[in-house]
């Protein structure tokens, strides 16, 4: 998300005055307090400005504000609310700057509606499963996290907007059912064995995508994965 900036210390900083009863708004042009947004003076000042004070891309940013703690007293101006809703679509979504893609953001609508199992891309799974193995087989369990992200956003350009939470997170459960795979095979040959230690290759040559989700089940919004001594079942946790 971007940076919501308060103006206030630089302002104060810039004229040497601190204080409930010093007014900024009146000092500098274009800056005003949060709690004047309203107001026909502002309202007219952001229309000037090309601003559409009814469209959902307005009204997401003022929004975000408040969450990231724009309160009554605090100052802004109609270029930072112009330069922020460059950040949100028509449709109120947030923009990912380095992606362009929107559906990532998780607000108080979405909560944590999105931590469901849905369908992926089995590409997806492919390229996170030799991920994990390379992590072992190469840099012994310790992950760079740029392929990671590379895999992720490739995920989500072949999602629909609405399902790319639900896809990440069930993409982190794959994940992290093929780490802990790894980790037991390994331990199996070496107990003493932890992340940085050298993997023996021939602890994990066996190790198949299809061989570890085989074993997996869904319970819930959750992977577990059959106990190969009994019924019970373990939890695979992201």
């Not at 408040?66 to 028509?90: D, E, R």
């Not at 012994?140 to 629909?160: A, L, P, V």
Request: with cysteine; net charge positive; hydrophobic share 30%.
């Amino acid at each position: 998300m971007p940076n919501i900036t308060n103006y206030s210390p630089l302002i104060q900083s810039m004229f040497g005055r601190k204080g409930a009863s010093w007014r900024a708004g009146a000092t500098l042009p274009g800056v005003f307090q949060f709690s004047q947004l309203n107001s026909s003076s502002i309202q007219s000042q952001l229309k000037a400005a090309g601003i559409d004070t009814s469209s959902k891309r307005y009204k997401a940013v003022i929004e975000q504000m408040k969450k990231t703690g724009c309160t009554g007293n605090m100052f802004t101006n109609v270029q930072a609310i112009k330069n922020l809703m460059k950040n949100y679509n028509s449709r109120g979504e947030f923009v990912d700057p380095n992606t362009g893609l929107t559906g990532l953001d998780v607000t108080d609508e979405t909560g944590d509606s999105y931590k469901k199992i849905i369908d992926i891309p089995e590409s997806s799974k492919d390229k996170m499963f030799e991920a994990v193995r390379d992590s072992f087989l190469h840099r012994n369990g310790m992950g760079d996290g740029k392929g990671d992200t590379e895999i992720f956003t490739d995920m989500y350009r072949q999602m629909k907007s609405d399902d790319r939470l639900s896809a990440g997170y069930t993409l982190r459960q794959y994940r992290s059912a093929y780490v802990q795979t790894f980790v037991s095979a390994i331990k199996e040959v070496d107990p003493t064995w932890d992340y940085g230690k050298v993997v023996s290759s021939d602890a994990i040559n066996g190790i198949t995508r299809e061989s570890v989700e085989s074993q997996l089940t869904q319970s819930g919004n959750i992977f577990v994965k059959r106990s190969s001594v009994s019924s019970s079942t373990l939890d695979i946790q992201v």
